[in-house]
C-alpha cells in the first residue's frame, strides 16, 4: 500500500505573477515624496491603447528561472523638480524592495531606478481649478 503525502510550504505555492509584484511595486514607489508619476514602457502603453489595463505600469518585474530565484524590478518614475534624484531613487528602492519582500515572501536582489523626466510640481491654486 502506498500513502499519499501532501507536503505544503507555509508561504504556499508561488503561484503570482509579474503583473501583480509590478502593482505593489508601483504603489510603493508612488508613496515616496518627490514621485509624480511612473512612466509605462512602450509595450504598456501599446496595450493600454487598445483598452487593456495593466496594473503595475511603470515597473518591469523579471523572476529568477526557479523558485527559489531571485527577483529584480525596474521603476520608471518621473520627479518633481527641486527635490533631489539620487536622495528620492534611494528611497524608491528601499521602498520597493521591502515591500515587495514583505507582502510577496520574494528575495528581491536588485530595484534599479531610470528617472525619466523631471516635473513641476502642481501648485495648490492650479489644482482646484482642475477639479472644478
Known amino acids: 500500500m502506498s500513502e499519499n503525502i501532501v507536503s505544503e510550504s507555509i508561504k504556499g505555492d508561488r503561484s503570482m505573477t509579474q503583473g501583480f509584484v ?3 511595486a ?3 514607489a508612488l508613496q515616496i515624496d518627490g514621485v509624480a508619476e511612473l512612466v509605462p514602457s512602450f509595450a504598456v502603453a501599446l496595450k493600454e491603447k487598445a483598452g487593456v489595463v495593466h496594473e503595475g505600469k511603470g515597473v ?3 523572476f529568477g528561472q526557479t523558485q527559489n530565484d531571485i527577483t529584480s524590478i525596474t521603476v520608471y518614475p518621473v520627479v518633481f523638480y527641486g527635490k533631489i534624484i ?3 531613487a534611494w528611497e524608491i528602492q528601499e521602498r520597493v524592495k521591502s ?3 514583505k507582502y510577496t515572501g520574494l528575495d528581491v536582489e536588485s530595484v534599479d531606478v531610470y528617472v525619466c523626466g523631471v516635473r ?3 501648485q495648490e491654486e492650479e489644482q482646484q481649478e482642475v477639479e472644478e
Do not use: K, L
Open 120 to 122: 513641476e510640481p502642481v
Open 22 to 24: 509590478a502593482q505593489y
Open 86 to 88: 539620487p536622495e528620492v
Open 26 to 28: 508601483a504603489e510603493a
Open 60 to 62: 518591469r518585474v523579471v
Open 99 to 101: 515591500d515587495v519582500e
